[in-house]
């Protein structure tokens, strides 16, 4: 057998036969508008590879992608002949790719490692991302927030997590939402062990809403409710803060099961009743104004907004049956502080005991009536210097049938 022969049996040895699935080594033969045309090496087969099947730039210029000589590795897609033998062959590079990067991102789903991707589109409902293959950000996993405006996101790097993989249906579904949870749960847990209710921290507005205003706190966001914000009505949070203002805050609660911690602002300032209290102490004797006259007893101005009650039995050491009997709106009376209860924000007041002229004799004072003492039973309970607020105005209420 000649030379010539031998080596022509030695190259049909190398020869590799080609399968539709099969991942060949190619060589670019001839660039056309459209399309590469590309032998398999070893295979004595040519082929071609469509623009669509090379780039996912539909729009792109293959002259300015490969060139002649050029080897890579592609995917044999089909048989463009039908099923003859060493028929020509449809290749592909993208889906090549697609199927690399699907077993790289099985891999990460498997083992829940976030990957990165960068938006390269938006259609209805969502974003596309490109994460070597193409995969699908709904819009509803986009934050934790509501997002409505898709715009801002073009072009931008994203970390995501994989929620569902499919490579025979090429579905890829991402979520950007699942790690924004996840990383304010870790940091929840870290915050929220070094705090305890009624520690005063420092903090800043991140967001404000109609019902409140959310302050970060460490990292974490907690929310002040519209009611907490100040001991002044507020119609809206905006009116009062700004979003960046640095607020001493109040922890009023931690919701471990919610990841919720709730703060107050007024809380760390004293409220007015404290304010209008601070130079008033049991024992003093000062002049007020009646503002209101209860079955059981009269209200008494001691500081701007702030009045404390002369119980009917501290009204005098005679007996007195309503109030209103010795008593009139308006009038200026000479009160003594009995009790100041800042937990309750009750001021008990008397005026027979600011009376010098008083007797402190025991004796002296009427035998209460088995009546009066009923009453004094229903609304002071066991003290006999408080009130309840719902039986004031259940009185008044009475007294204008």
Do not use: C, W
Request: glycine share 8%; charged share 30%; net charge negative.
């Amino acid at each position: 057998m000649s030379e010539n022969s031998n080596q022509f049996l030695d190259a049909l040895k190398q020869m590799q036969g080609v399968e539709v699935g099969d991942i060949v080594d190619v060589e670019v033969l001839y660039i056309e508008d459209g399309q590469i045309d590309v032998g398999v090496e070893n295979a004595g087969v040519e082929g071609v590879i469509t623009r669509r099947e090379f780039t996912s730039d539909r729009n792109a210029d293959l002259r300015d992608l490969v060139k002649t000589g050029d080897k890579f590795k592609a995917l044999v897609l089909r048989r463009a002949g039908g099923d003859k033998e060493n028929g020509e062959f449809f290749f592909s590079v993208t889906r090549l790719k697609e199927r690399e990067a699907y077993n790289k991102l099985q891999k990460d789903y498997e083992a829940g490692t976030p990957i990165e991707g960068t938006v390269t589109s938006s259609v209805r409902g969502g974003l596309l991302v490109d994460v070597g293959t193409r995969g699908f950000l709904p819009a509803s996993l986009i934050s934790n927030r509501y997002v409505s405006d898709l715009k801002p996101y073009m072009g931008k790097t994203m970390k995501l997590k994989i929620t569902e993989i499919d490579p025979n249906k090429n579905r890829l579904i991402l979520s950007h939402k699942d790690l924004i949870e996840e990383e304010r749960e870790e940091a929840f847990d870290k915050v929220a062990s070094q705090l305890v209710v009624g520690d005063v921290i420092e903090g800043k507005v991140s967001r404000l809403t109609n019902f409140g205003a959310f302050i970060d706190v460490g990292g974490v966001d907690g929310l002040v409710h519209i009611s907490e914000i100040s001991y002044k009505h507020v119609d809206k949070p905006s009116d009062v803060l700004k979003v960046g203002q640095d607020v001493k805050v109040k922890v009023i609660g931690i919701d471990n099961d919610r990841n919720r911690i709730s703060l107050s602002i007024k809380q760390t300032e004293p409220s007015p009743f404290e304010q209008a209290t601070a130079n008033l102490h049991d024992g003093d004797i000062f002049e007020g104004e009646v503002k209101s006259l209860t079955n059981f007893g009269a209200f008494v101005e001691v500081a701007d907004g702030i009045q404390g009650l002369v119980h009917v039995s501290e009204i005098s050491n005679k007996h007195v049956d309503k109030p209103s009997d010795v008593l009139k709106v308006g009038q200026t009376v000479k009160v003594k502080v009995l009790n100041i209860d800042p937990s309750d924000r009750r001021i008990s007041l008397s005026i027979k005991a600011a009376d010098s002229n008083a007797s402190s004799n025991e004796s002296s004072r009427p035998r209460r009536s088995r009546n009066e003492n009923s009453v004094n039973k229903k609304y002071m309970g066991n003290d006999d210097n408080g009130f309840a607020l719902g039986d004031i105005i259940g009185d008044q209420l009475k007294d204008r049938k």
